[in-house]
Nanobody, 116 residues
């Protein structure tokens, strides 16, 4: 069982920056996928970014060029640096881990609010 604990998030103005981080309670292997999803009120949860083996990254089109995902395998953490934030980025951000054998884990979520 993996527990994921997010930190960071909060309130920021339009155009500002914010970062969120996630720490896993057990070892995360370099082959496991780590990532972030988000869910805005009244909308479905959507992919923000993932990072896989060899630091191969994947971003939603809406955040490309603004967000950067990174991981530290030694510390079992994944982080998301968010720049040039927009009001439409307002959502609860969830940390995600997918083991190589398919098991998935989710954090409890952290609120990010961008004011206009």
């Amino acid at each position: 069982q993996v527990q994921l604990v997010e930190s960071g998030g909060g309130l920021v103005q339009d155009g500002g920056s914010l970062s969120v981080s996630c720490a896993a309670s057990t070892r995360i292997f370099s082959a496991d996928v780590m990532g972030w999803y988000r869910q805005a009120p009244g909308k479905q949860r959507e992919l923000v970014a993932t990072i896989a083996r060899g630091d191969r990254t994947n971003y939603a089109d809406s955040v490309k060029g603004r967000f950067t995902i990174s991981r530290d395998n030694a510390k079992n953490t994944v982080s998301l640096q968010m720049n040039s934030l927009k009001p439409e980025d307002t959502a609860v951000y969830y940390c995600y881990v997918k083991r190589t054998w398919g098991q998935e884990y989710w954090g409890q979520g952290t609120q990010v609010t961008v004011s206009s």
